[in-house]
């Protein structure tokens, strides 16, 4: 077991420590970083017995004590925010963001889904910098404080919106600046030059396999055994790299079979919408589906088989909570 040694600058702030938020955090505190936890019900757990990481990577993580915190009102100002919330709560969640920031505070949405970052840059202060976070990762949570770190965690990070929108120097180096913690913390990241394309790219594996996890009520492996699952998972991506390109997002022709390949060799994981669902959580269905829908529908582009889908996640959704 790895316990954890604190330094000093930059100050980082984790919003929503769950599986996400307590991976990163817990990551970035063993590198040393000065790192700070917003929790709502969990508090009391991780400031009692700490956050603990099991990861088949990185063997286990302890950190305790942490710096834990109830109220956004009782956290120190920070430099950096690493937003890991559902998307689903993004506008309600500015003020606690702008609470946190720091001056010049760079704030990276680690959340899945199309245009997440365009919901909630105009509630925030126009003097934050606003990064897309794409998070490839296979985790979850097991109970208050474990996080289980299954495969990957790669971190690529884009600019979105700030001051800097206009320099593309400045830009670059904040983007190369966030990329820089998560590499000292063990963890890849790349910098992206468009994040919209780059979202498009991770809905290829979510739209499919997060979707098809609620209506199977299964995992990877059992839907990658079965010829009929496997044949509906492969339209479903192709529909999405026809949805890219229709808004001007180029895809590589091989990039969803890299995707399929990769998710046949993983060991059986139950993706994020799986757990929301079992747990009676709002399902991200618009950041997921309806805001891809409707721009590729905008760019003459009809996507019938993920429509479905979301059609029936939204019935699903309803009836369940």
Not at 236 to 253: D, K, N, R, T, W
Request: charged share 15%; aromatic share 6%.
């Amino acid at each position: 077991m790895t316990e954890v040694a604190k330094t000093q600058s930059p100050r980082i702030g984790i919003i929503g420590t769950g599986a996400i938020g307590g991976f990163y955090g817990v990551m970035l505190a063993r590198a040393g970083f000065d790192v700070h936890f917003l929790l709502r019900s969990e508090y009391a757990a991780v400031s009692e017995r700490g956050l603990q990481l099991n990861s088949t990577l990185h063997g286990t993580v302890r950190l305790h004590p942490v710096q834990a915190y109830a109220r956004a009102a009782d956290m120190p100002p920070c430099d950096w925010l690493l937003v890991g919330t559902k998307s689903t709560g993004n506008v309600e969640l500015a003020p606690t963001i702008a609470q946190i920031a720091a001056p010049d505070a760079k704030v990276v949405l680690l959340q899945n889904g199309l245009d997440v970052e365009d919901s909630l840059r105009e509630h925030l202060p126009p003097s934050l910098h606003l990064l897309g976070g794409l998070c490839y990762i296979g985790v979850h949570r097991s109970g208050p404080g474990i996080v289980e770190h299954q495969a990957l965690g790669r971190v690529n990070l884009g600019y979105h919106s700030g001051p800097a929108a206009n320099d593309d120097t400045h830009r670059q180096a904040i983007v190369e600046a966030g990329a820089a913690l998560f590499h000292q913390a063990g963890i890849d990241s790349q910098a992206m030059a468009n994040v919209h394309q780059a979202r498009w790219h991770k809905l290829v594996w979510n739209v499919p396999y997060n979707g098809l996890s609620v209506v199977f009520g299964t995992g990877t492996t059992a839907m990658m055994a079965d010829e009929s699952s496997r044949e509906l998972i492969q339209a479903l991506m192709a529909e999405v790299v026809q949805g890219a390109h229709a808004c001007g997002h180029e895809i590589p022709a091989s990039y969803a079979g890299q995707m399929f390949t990769m998710t046949e060799s993983m060991d059986d994981y139950l993706p994020s919408m799986y757990h929301d669902y079992v747990h009676k959580r709002p399902l991200e269905l618009a950041a997921i589906y309806a805001r891809p829908l409707a721009a590729a529908k905008a760019a003459g582009c009809e996507l019938p088989r993920m429509q479905a889908l979301y059609q029936a996640l939204s019935f699903m959704d309803r009836h369940n909570r």
